[in-house]
């Protein structure tokens, strides 16, 4: 019966760490109302996985210390004494993840759910405070706890739950949707230029300014040398969570998270069809194994989550043609003027029937191009005659670089047919290799083994100088009044022995490189208005802007972002000054 009451405080135990848990996945998805069907059944879940689990670990702890303890353990079924020391130190954890999730998602969630969450974590620091100070005072050295400090002891575990709640309050509206068509500005809104600059952008997932410089300075990449040279350089703050979705939609709109609506790469749901989709799953307490096990469901966010206007979007409006590939939740894809591939194209090109591509990318012409462009680097493959790399062919990072080559040359052949005035082309064959062989872009921090001399670990400086061959094209296409904007969403950092440990442990990939740290990418600058300088920190948000006030087009005042006119000289900034609208959103 003593082993039985053990069991009923570790269940009690489990399910209030997962009380505090959905308090914070709360806390951090603020759309959730507080009162709902979807909050219910994310606690459920939360029971389900953490209770379980933590019921467990706690039982085992409670069993382990009667062993090295010579005074057997005698609660009750509830047993305020040993529920005190439990709930102070899962309050004192809940309290640092609070802080650590504000830390880490303060850019995404937005200013207002910002500080609410602030308020939420001050409040149950100081009930986890209380409740230590119960704990100590009480409850220690043997001590008999007396009527009134059990009453003070469940008003601080009910307060360490209802005080957050009720800062944070019943839920937030959604960020609401605009118009997918573009608003055409009326005669005389503004005046382009007769000569309107080509704005060329080549997106990096991954790239890490400090590996370029090192082989910058080895006599290697000399694109990059020379660009590095003779333009402008800058570090780009990026977002939390450090996914590709939310990095490129807030570079594509100027505007953070909690005004793009796009958050995170997917929604997690516990039941089909559920309406208030949680989109931010909390960090620092292995929040990913609720999708590993089932218990919630994730799917892919696409173009229709995205609640605010492009920056090709916006040119479109001002009579500008873009030419977008491979740009992050652009599918189904929709532009008015010029071009848009989807990252999603090359899923549906291989389709014996070809439909999922009709939707991949527009217009239908371009699409006709992009398909031949898929079957010629398509079929060699399909019978085996294509030479590749034997250390492409290891692993799915290979594949998407093989991927990349293919929409390179899409955009060389739809350039030329449809002559935009933006370009950007993406390539992510960077990040997915460098998660993979990071350890042969930083020797420096990894210990040298066998395997670190062999041709495998050239493989991530080869694809560098891949880029670089790019670059080296794209300044040659560049015109006297052009601009080349080579931007990296995010760079890379070598993953800590502990993750990796864990990740052998659970059968996972052993990767060794990662960017969930939020590392600052870059954007560096080319071009004959360009400056020869390195200048302040930017933030992701920054390059919507910068493009748009190129283009000669206003910058939108409810951005996050700002047009960094300091990449220019001072020529070129005097003579074309910042123009402003209040909004491009209609």
């Known amino acids: 019966m003593r082993y039985l009451r053990m069991l009923t405080n570790a269940i009690v135990a489990g399910v209030l760490a997962a009380v505090y848990l959905t308090v914070v996945v709360l806390l951090i998805n603020p759309q959730v109302p507080l009162i709902s069907r979807t909050a219910g059944r994310w606690f459920l879940a939360l029971v389900s996985f953490y209770g379980l689990n933590l019921s467990v670990a706690v039982y085992l702890a409670i069993l382990l210390r009667e062993v090295f303890v010579s005074r057997p353990l005698r609660p009750g079924w509830l047993s305020i004494r040993l529920l005190a020391w439990l709930g102070a130190m899962f309050a004192a954890a809940t309290a640092l993840i609070t802080w650590a999730n504000l830390q880490g998602f303060r850019s995404v969630l937005g200013e207002v759910a910002a500080e609410r969450m602030w308020t939420a974590a001050v409040a149950a620091t100081v009930c986890a405070v209380v409740l230590g100070g119960v704990v100590v005072l009480r409850f220690s050295f043997g001590r008999t706890g007396t009527r009134a400090a059990g009453v003070l002891l469940v008003v601080a575990l009910v307060a360490s739950v209802a005080v957050p709640l009720w800062v944070r309050g019943f839920g937030d509206l959604p960020v609401p949707s605009v118009p997918r068509a573009n608003v055409h500005q009326p005669p005389g809104a503004i005046v382009l230029s007769a000569v309107v600059p080509h704005v060329r952008l080549i997106l990096l997932d991954g790239a890490a300014p400090s590996v370029i410089r090192e082989r910058v300075a080895a006599g290697g990449l000399p694109n990059f040398g020379y660009m590095l040279d003779r333009g402008a ?138 398909r031949d462009a898929f079957d010629a680097a398509e079929f060699p493959a399909w019978t085996g005659t294509a030479a590749a790399p034997p250390a492409e062919l290891e692993s799915d990072g290979g594949l998407l670089a093989r991927w990349d080559r293919v929409y390179q040359e899409v955009a060389f052949r739809l350039e030329s047919q449809f002559a935009p005035k933006v370009t950007a082309t993406r390539y992510q064959g960077l990040d997915a290799l460098s998660h993979i062989y990071w350890n042969s872009a930083e020797p420096g921090q990894f210990r040298r083994t066998a395997a670190s001399s062999s041709a495998r670990a050239k493989v991530l400086d080869d694809y560098y100088g891949v880029i670089d061959e790019e670059l080296g094209r794209s300044r040659e296409r560049l015109g006297p009044n052009d601009l080349l904007m080579v931007v990296s969403g995010f760079g890379m950092d070598r993953v800590s022995l502990s993750k990796r440990i864990l990740a052998r442990i659970l059968g996972q990939p052993d990767l060794t490189g990662s960017h969930e740290d939020a590392p600052d990418g870059f954007l560096l600058a080319y071009g004959p208005k360009v400056v020869h300088a390195e200048l302040p920190r930017g933030a992701i948000v920054d390059v919507a802007p910068t493009v748009l006030y190129y283009l000669g087009l206003p910058v939108g005042r409810d951005m996050d972002g700002f047009a960094r006119s300091d990449i220019f000289v001072r020529s070129y900034r005097r003579e074309h000054p910042v123009a402003y609208i209040s909004t491009h959103e209609r």
């Open 233 to 370: 350089l800058m570090d780009l703050a990026t977002l939390k969570p450090t996914q590709a979705e939310p990095v490129w939609t807030a570079a594509a709109t100027g505007k953070y998270s909690s005004r793009n609506g796009v958050r995170s790469r997917a929604v997690y749901r516990t039941e089909p069809g559920e309406v208030d989709a949680v989109d931010l799953l909390p960090d620092y307490c292995f929040a990913y194994g609720l999708v590993y096990q089932g218990y919630v469901t994730e799917d892919a966010a696409s173009a229709e989550s995205v609640r605010a206007r492009t920056f090709w979007d916006i040119a479109g409006g001002y009579g500008l043609a873009s030419g977008i590939v491979r740009w992050p939740l652009t599918y189904p894809a929709r532009l008015d003027r010029g071009y848009l591939i989807s990252d999603r194209f090359h899923l549906g090109s291989s389709s014996p029937l070809r439909l999922a591509d009709a939707r991949a990318g527009v217009p239908t012409s371009a699409v006709e191009i992009a």
